[in-house]
């Protein structure tokens, strides 16, 4: 069974910096064509934050953290890393890491029903 683990969120003041990483068990990431991050806070629709092609390492980033956020994946470790930098408090909320089977097209990278599998979650708060 494939699971995505989440890890390395908390509590952060505003113009903080955390690295978020997500893992992959029972598959390695290669099998995957894309892998995301998505976030989703109270009230409020899960929103696409940032994706990465694992073969390419092409990136995707919502203009809400472009040039604070860095999408990145490290092969050997098989694990793919969010840093976030210069948070808002507007950041907070649940990260989700997601993994596609299949080669998404750009204009559908942001979609959260073009990927197969979700991890857990790991909060972010942003403190002001």
């Known amino acids: 069974q494939v699971q995505l683990v989440e890890s390395g969120g908390g509590l952060v003041q505003a113009g903080g910096s955390l690295r978020l990483s997500c893992a992959a068990s029972g598959r390695t990431f290669n099998n995957y064509y894309v892998i995301g991050w998505f976030r989703q806070s109270p009230g409020k629709e899960r929103e696409f934050v940032a994706a990465?092609?694992?073969?390419?390492?092409?990136?995707y980033y919502a203009d809400s953290v472009k040039g604070r956020f860095t999408i990145s994946r490290d092969n050997a470790k098989n694990t793919v890393y969010l840093e976030m930098n210069s948070l808002l408090p507007e950041d907070t909320a649940v990260y989700y890491c997601?993994?596609?089977?299949?080669?998404?097209?750009?204009?559908?990278?942001?979609?959260?029903?073009?990927?197969?599998?979700w991890g857990q979650g790991t909060q972010v708060t942003v403190s002001s």
């Open positions: 990465i092609r694992w073969s390419s390492t092409i990136t």
């Open positions: 997601a993994a596609a089977i299949a080669s998404i097209a750009q204009p559908f990278i942001a979609t959260k029903h073009s990927y197969d599998y």
